[in-house]
T-cell receptor, first 114, second 112 residues
Framework: DVKVTQSSRYLVKRTGEKVFLECVQD?????MFWYRQDPGLGLRLIYFSYDVKMKEKGDIPEGYSVSREKKERFSLILESASTNQTSMYLC?????????????FGPGTRLTVT | AQSVTQLDSQVPVFEEAPVELRCNYS??????LFWYVQYPNQGLQLLLKYLSGSTLVKGINGFEAEFNKSQTSFHLRKPSVHISDTAEYFCAVSDLGYKLSFGAGTTVTVRA
């Protein structure tokens, strides 16, 4: 079974702090994704990566950056957390190329910025 | 960019009754269509997908969906629901790129 793990289920940070969210997948998938999930808005793509050290902006990249130094690990960084970044963050991975393949999701990290 | 509309935000349904969740998308090009389910306190998992071929797609847990190109719809159905089907359901569309565009989600609450 594909497993996608996220470093924390719940996280509370203060405004202005630098925040790291870590995601690890164990199936040698090429592609990894970071989404945020908000009620009534569904999932919105922040960034994705289709190879090590490669990254592409999604629909809402402002205020975020990412890092992929190893194939299995994809990190989301909030350089200076703000209250409007309070949300559920979901990581996903998929094999192959293009939009054909199933994405496998982690359990999510609920981030609260106070 | 793709746009996905899930027409119902909340669907209450009694156990063993049928359920239909509606999804429309905006695109004039070939798309791939997906339904994902999110059980409470879990990540999303794939229910079914349409890539090509038969317009009726069968998925896990007794769900099926019908692709209608002329109406740009991909509605999800189950003839008889269980309590365990209580979850949030997301319709998603992909073009030939890597990105999935998700709808806002439909919360299904199954009551005994």
């Amino acid at each position: 079974d594909v497993k996608v793990t996220q470093s924390s289920r719940y996280l509370v940070k203060r405004t202005g702090e630098k925040v790291f969210l870590e995601c690890v997948q164990d199936m040698d998938h090429e592609n990894m994704f970071w989404y945020r999930q908000d009620p009534g808005l569904g999932l919105r793509l922040i960034y994705f990566s289709y190879d090590v050290k490669m990254k592409e902006k999604g629909d809402i990249p402002e205020g975020y950056s990412v890092s992929r130094e190893k194939k299995e690990r994809f990190s989301l960084i909030l350089e200076s957390a703000s209250t409007n970044q309070t949300s559920m963050y979901l990581c996903a991975s998929s094999a192959g190329q293009g939009g054909l393949d199933e994405q496998y999701f982690g359990p999510g990290t609920r981030l609260t910025v106070t | 960019a793709q746009s996905v509309t899930q027409l119902d935000s909340q669907v209450p349904v009694f156990e063993e009754a049928p359920v239909e969740l509606r999804c429309n998308y905006s695109s004039s090009v070939s798309v791939y269509l997906f339904w994902y389910v999110q059980y409470p306190n879990q990540g999303l998992q794939l229910l079914l997908k349409y890539l090509s071929g038969s317009t009726l797609v069968k998925g896990i847990n007794g769900f099926e969906a019908e692709f209608n190109k002329s109406q740009t719809s991909f509605h999800l159905r189950k003839p008889s629901v269980h309590i365990s089907d209580t979850a949030e359901y997301f319709c998603a569309v992909s073009d030939l790129g890597y990105k999935l565009s998700f709808g806002a989600g439909t919360t299904v609450t199954v009551r005994a």
